[in-house]
């Protein structure tokens, strides 16, 4: 914790580019995934596929995909995001199919036999009846992102993991703590925070 106190604008810095590669990951991560579990849960055909390519890439090693990412696009920012994004679709896509898939059909019976269109059942019966699961998918993405932003202070992105590195590097406890903790205490933070939404998503 000693560095931690001598150098609060470091750590504080590294904690805000760290929230903006996770949060940019999350929404261009959902922004895919969204219409990936919408199709899934539509068609079974193209589910079998997608999901079988969304754990292939889940199950390559965090630092062996950063590494083949920043081969093709360099260090930075956004090959950093780009291994985050990946890495989420697999929890991301699959818990908005199976939100989809676990809408009641009473519930889009009924929307048909009031007259919506297909795309006004989805975005007015079973997206909004699905959004407890999808949230919970967000809850879990979120804070393994958490996680796997770290490795960004191995390839020029900033973030805390900067200072995990350093610290590895030179043997130097305090200032991997230094990283390490304030890491931990975002995950623990949004997992409660995405909890939250959830109760409140579920009584609603």
């Given at each position: 914790m000693s560095y931690l106190y001598a150098h609060p604008g470091e750590v504080a810095w590294l904690f805000l580019q760290h929230c903006a590669l996770v949060g940019t990951a999350l929404v261009i991560g959902f922004a895919i995934a969204l219409p990936l579990g919408i199709s899934a849960a539509r068609?079974?055909?193209f589910a079998t596929p997608m999901y079988g390519t969304l754990a292939a890439i889940y199950t390559i090693p965090s630092l062996a995909l950063l590494a083949l990412i920043v081969v093709l696009f360099g260090l930075g920012f956004w090959p950093t995001v780009i291994a985050l994004v990946a890495y989420a679709q697999f929890v991301l896509a699959r818990n908005v199919?199976?939100?989809?898939?676990?809408?009641p059909e009473s519930q889009t019976d009924a929307?048909?036999?009031l007259g919506m269109t297909s795309m006004q059942r989805l975005w007015r019966i079973e997206l909004p009846l699905a959004t407890p699961v999808i949230l919970g998918g967000l809850r879990i993405a979120v804070v393994a992102m958490i996680a796997l932003a770290t490795?960004?202070?191995y390839v020029n992105a900033g973030g805390l993991g900067v200072l995990i590195f350093r610290g590895l590097d030179t043997q130097?406890?305090?200032?991997?703590?230094?990283g390490s903790i304030p890491a931990a205490l975002l995950a623990i933070a949004a997992d409660l925070f995405f909890r939250a939404i959830e109760r409140r998503a579920v009584s609603w």
């Open positions: 068609s079974p055909r199919a199976a939100g989809v898939r676990g809408v929307a048909r036999g490795l960004g202070g130097y406890t305090a200032q991997t703590l230094a």
